[in-house]
């Protein structure tokens, strides 16, 4: 064969070759952030010189038709763009690098993502490392002062295992729970999962944002969605945290011999003439009740996958041991995500969390009520005579011998039992199905389940609370609950022009059911078996009609949404949702929720394109109507209650009405609307966001009262539409890039939250009081709701200052019997003595605003994080003040020093001992205003080419910590106070009773050292 013939025979293979290489193929890739190796949704993936391309999905997967010499640009909004050049690869990774501008991330709406640019709602976003900035037991927690117009607070201070109140805008119910929804992986109720576990979580506010889950969206909704695997090796994590605690802060209580004084010159004011006997201790209880606590978490999580499948496991150990002696709290949980791609249309996925929690409790926030509360250890540490010891001289437990008896602390807190267990349990399913280009149909079957169990003993060793006749005092709790949820929508997608449809329909069904029971009772057989010594008791005490039940609710929805962006300038967003909701009444079973907002991208219309310091502009203005269906069910059916009645002598069962039936009871709804700006200045090194909303409430559900007595129910409240209330408010965002360097960067965001509360509307406009103080103070009606007003405000007499003897100055007045020393009250009506017609408001519990403000730096591989946060102008009613004041138990030097005395007459303290008994007046209202270095925390991440070695991809350790420093001039242990009065209700009491201070778990001080470890 010739030479000539050989070359053409090579020509025409490698011309084959070249032809064969040429050909098209499906490449799948992931497009991850070089920061942190997290996906990116919403990527756009373009080949080089052509239209074709795709986007990203929301866990940064992508494919793709390509041939060999292709050139990918892979661009997203933020990030560098990136070029990478097709060489037979299969499968890619792609890494983007962030851009100096901020990142304008994808966030999840509620049923669906977007870019936050594109998003017409308010929407707050909080970053996986904001939420893991410290160590929280609960997520919920690193919400505090970081995302505007969201108030976050412990039910009670740092006790552990606490749960955690959120309110979002405001307070828009009376008698419903005012909790927004929380939404898990698309689960809705779930319960908020490991901070460590979190990918992504946003607050949505306004109507726009919240319409999309209708009746259920009034009081905001917190989307999360946890951590998913991507393709790619294994990866190994392991955080772990030990911190160190203490209380952040003590009374300056008298001590023994000042005690004693105190006690003489009280019985010397009282004339009682037989001295006080000082005993032989000197005992601070508060030093006795407190101790280092300590809190340790591990978390070990591992994540990886294939072109096919993903996966994300998790397990973590939780354990803390209070501050205050024999408390303390235990949990387990595990979270795990598997994600599969079972066709080029299909992926299905399933997320399945769980965990076990033990909680180990003291009695605190008190009630008043010492036979079943056995008082709360905090209080009597500041009430009960320093002069005793823990013993008496026969060696049982100590009692006070001042007014009315009560158990010491000490005994209180290491003899009561009070322990809690916890099982969680959440299943969800999912399918995502491409039916056609453009249109997709996912489902979701999702099951929860929740029992708790609660044992609380008290032996014969408390004397007053279950010695004597009681004889030991034993109850036993449970409640169960489930949840089964189905959700199915189609999402449609289509370019128009220079627009971009979305529309999404779909239906969602939800049933739940709880069951609980409780029993109780006295004269147990021995100390020895705790709570399971119950069945022992002699006298068993009959439960309550809300301790023992069961029942059952259903929600079923359709619900529609369009966006329409047209030339990435004119937003739309409409949205519509029907609900049908068994827990109301048979009229009003059904309801609609509309919602439209509108956006303008200014910053992309032709007049702004070229400015220097504008690098974003976008306008917001959204209207729509939100309901909320939050109260137990069968409120609206008439019911019976059950009664012992005589018959012959002898007594029986019975049944009598409990309540009259209401046909017309139906949710409350909720008109909002938000103003909003979005501004990027110079390359979005500055971020501002501002929003302004107003939100009527209206058919708000109220107990009316005012039902006749000769209609013989036995109940003679029933629940009712007719109130109406008010928020209107101010929110500012901030984020700044102060300096950007490649090795120093300092970033700091600002967050402002000012909310307007006004009651609009009450039952034939009458006023509405409730109590907020422990049952034994001497009114029992101490806030109130009144039309025009703020939501309770706080009510009693108006303290006038101190009487000085003879005639009391025009326009006040003395209790009866008051002589030089005792306090001066306002005498509203001019009849010359206190009475209830004295009465005025008197407090605002509520703040004029609340801040954060985070500053982070970066040096090389150090970084330091400053966290402050406050709130102005929120009034507190200081009942502690109130006891230690009142002469019948221990007192504080500040009282003690400056009481009235006939040689310090000048002085604002009444005398000791005087004739006020425990009164609600102005006297005890303080401004709760302060400002807290939340956290403070210095982390060191070891550079890669020291650890690469020891198969470590990333080693950090950090040192932080929590409420270092409180400023305020609240004299009380803590100005974030969080009381619920006598009727010791978490839930609904905390739409009205804010601001009573009394016997809370104090809150803590931390010190931390963390580590975290990726193999």
Sequence with gaps: MNLKIKLTLIVILMLNITLMAQGSYTIEGTVLSATDNMPIPGVSIIIQNTSKGTSTDFDGNFNLDVKQGDVLVTSFMGFKTVLTTIANQKTLNILLTEEASALDEVVVV??????????????????????????????????????????????????????IKINIRGNTSINASSDPLIVVDGFVGGSMPQAGDIKTLQVLKDASATAIYGSRGSNGVVLVTTKKGRSGKLNVEFNSTYAVQKTANSLDLLNASDFADYQNQIRSNQGNSNPYVQGDYDTDWQDKIYRAGSTSNNQLSFSGGSDKVNYYASGTYFKQDGILVNSGYERVSFLSNLDAQVTDKLKIGLNLTGGLSAKDGVSTQSNGSVTVGGDDVVSLAMRFEPDKGIYDDDGTFSVSNLDAPVDNPWAVATQRDDNTEIENFRANFYANYDIIEGLTFKTTVGLSSKNTFRGVYMPRTLKITAGGATDGRAIISEKKSKSVLSENYLTYKKEIGKGDLTLLAGYSYQKTTNKAFLSEGTGTLSDSFSYYGLYTATNLISPSSGDVYVNETEIQSQFGRVNYDYDDKYLLTATVRRDGASNFAENEKYAIFPSAALGWKISNEDFMKDSENISSLKLRASYGVTGNPSIAPYQSLASLASIYASSNGITVPAVTPYQSSNADLKWESSYQANFGVDLGMYNNRISLSLDYYNIDTKDVLMFDNSIPWYFGNYNDEILTNVGEINNTGFEISLNTRNIVKDDFSWTTDLVFSKNKNTVEKLIFGADYFGNGAPSYFSVDNNYILREGEEVGLFYGFDYAGVYQGGTAPAGSAVMTGGVAGDPLFLDLDDDGKVTNADRKIIGNPNPDFTWGITNSFKYKNFDLNLFFQGSQGGEIFNMTNVQLNNGDANTTYDYYNNAWSTTNTTANQP??????????SSRFVEDGSYIRLKNIAVGYTFPSESIEKLGIENLRFTVSAQNLLTITNYSGLDPEVNYYGASGDNNTSANTVRGFDFGNYPTVKSVNFSLSVKF
């Design 110 to 163: 509620g049923y669906g993502a977007r870019r936050k640019s594109d998003v017409t709602g308010s929407v707050s976003s909080l970053k996986t490392e904001e939420l893991t900035a410290f160590p929280v037991l609960n997520a919920e927690q690193a919400l505090q002062g970081r995302a505007a117009g969201v108030v976050v607070q412990s039910n009670n201070g740092g006790e552990p295992g606490a749960p």
């Design 911 to 920: 005398r000791v001992g005087n004739n006020s008994w425990r009164e609600i």
